[in-house]
C-alpha cells in the first residue's frame, strides 16, 4: 500500500520545519495543507516556507492560487492527491504539513456526500451574511443547524455561510450531511504526527514570529493585496494579520495597535487548532511541546518503523 506522512498542529508550532526535516532524511515532498499558505503574495504573512527551505527540498501546493480565488475543502483535496500521486510516481514520500484539519481529515477520512450548491444560492448566502453581520448570523445559523454553530465561532464568517449554503440548497444541515459515510477514501496508509504545544509557549511563539514577520516585510505583502481591491470576504482578505495591519495602513490606527491586534487574533486561532487537533484528529505519535531539533530523532524512529512495517 502507498504510505504517506502527516505532519500536523496550530500555528507557530514548529511543524513546516519537522517536515522539512523528514523530507531531506526521506526523499520527501512537502505538500501543503494550510488553508492560507496555497495563496501567492502573501509567503511572510502566513508564514509560508522561505525559499531559502523550498530549496532544500521539493515543495508543493504553496502559493498557488492568486488571493482572487476560492479555496474548499474539496478544491484542496483535489490538488493534494493528484501531488501525492506525482510524488509516488517519482519514487518519493508524499508528507502533508499544515493547520488545516479538515484539509487534513478530508484527505484522511473522504469528504461528505453534499451536492453541489448553486451559484445563486451562494451569493444569496453571502448578501445576508454581509446585511446581518457575524453573530447574527452565527444565531440565525443556529436554529437551523444547532451542531455545527456550536462548533463555528462568529467569527469564521466563511464556514458559517458554507453551513447556511447547505441547508438552504439540501433543506438539511450540514451536520446531518457529515454523518453520512464519507466518499473518496484515499487508499493509501497515513502516518499522523500532531505537535500540540502548551498554550502559553504556544501564545508567546505565535507573539514573537508575527513581531518578526514585520520586520521581514509583512506591511509590504499587505499593502500589495490591499492595491488588488479584492472583495473583503474573500479569505485570502482575512489571513491573520491582513485585516489589523490593512487598518494600519488606511490610517485607522497605529503600527502598535495593529501588531496587538493581530497577535490576538493569532493566539485566538491558535487556541482553536489546539483544540481541534487534540479532540479531532486521530494521531500516530503526539509531540506535547513546540518542535525542536532535539525531538527529530525520537519521531524519525516511528516513522521509519511505519515505513519498513506499516506498523504505527
Keep these: 500500500m502507498k504510505k504517506a506522512i502527516t505532519v500536523a498542529g496550530p500555528t507557530a508550532s514548529g511543524k513546516s520545519a519537522l517536515a522539512l526535516s523528514l523530507a531531506e ?16 503574495t502573501l509567503r511572510i504573512v502566513t508564514a509560508r516556507p522561505s525559499e531559502e527551505d523550498e530549496a532544500r527540498a521539493p515543495h508543493r501546493l504553496y502559493g498557488v492560487l492568486h488571493p482572487s480565488e476560492l479555496c474548499s475543502a474539496g478544491r484542496w483535496r483535489s490538488l493534494a492527491v493528484a501531488a501525492m500521486e506525482e510524488a509516488w510516481a517519482d519514487g518519493k514520500l508524499p508528507i502533508l504539513c499544515g493547520g488545516t484539519g479538515l484539509y487534513i481529515r478530508s484527505l484522511i477520512q473522504g469528504l461528505s ?52 449554503e ?3 440548497a439540501t433543506g438539511r444541515p450540514l451536520s446531518d450531511w457529515q454523518d453520512e459515510p464519507a466518499e473518496g477514501v484515499l487508499d493509501a496508509a497515513f502516518y499522523t504526527v500532531a505537535i500540540t504545544p502548551e498554550r502559553q509557549a504556544l501564545y508567546e ?40 495591519l490593512g487598518a494600519y495602513l488606511q490610517g485607522t490606527c497605529s503600527l502598535d495597535e495593529a501588531i496587538a491586534r493581530a497577535q490576538q487574533t493569532t493566539r485566538n486561532y491558535a487556541k482553536r487548532q489546539l483544540t481541534w487537533f487534540r479532540h479531532q484528529l486521530n494521531t500516530d505519535f503526539c509531540l506535547a511541546t513546540q518542535f525542536s531539533e532535539s525531538f527529530f530523532e525520537e519521531i524519525f524512529s516511528k516513522i521509519r518503523q511505519f515505513l519498513l512495517t506499516g506498523d504505527s
Excluded at 501543503?32 to 499558505?37: G, H, K, L, R, V
Excluded at 445559523?141 to 451542531?147: E, M, S
Excluded at 514577520?213 to 479569505?235: R, S, T, W
Aim: proline letters at 7%.
Design 205 to 244: 511563539g505565535c507573539d514573537r514570529r508575527f513581531r518578526l514577520m514585520i520586520e521581514q516585510g509583512a506591511l509590504d505583502e499587505v499593502e500589495a493585496i490591499l492595491a488588488m481591491n479584492l472583495d473583503p470576504a474573500l479569505p485570502a482578505m482575512k489571513a491573520l494579520g491582513v485585516p489589523e
Design 166 to 168: 447547505v441547508v438552504q
Design 25 to 40: 532524511k526521506l526523499n520527501g515532498v512537502v505538500i501543503n495543507a494550510d488553508s492560507m499558505q496555497v495563496y501567492s
Design 113 to 164: 456526500p453534499i451536492p453541489d450548491i448553486p451559484d445563486a444560492v451562494r451569493a444569496e448566502a453571502r448578501a445576508l451574511f454581509e446585511q446581518m453581520g457575524n453573530d447574527a448570523f452565527h444565531a440565525l445559523l443556529a436554529t437551523k443547524d444547532p451542531v455545527i454553530a456550536e462548533r463555528l465561532h462568529p467569527g469564521n464568517s466563511q464556514r458559517l455561510v458554507r453551513a447556511w
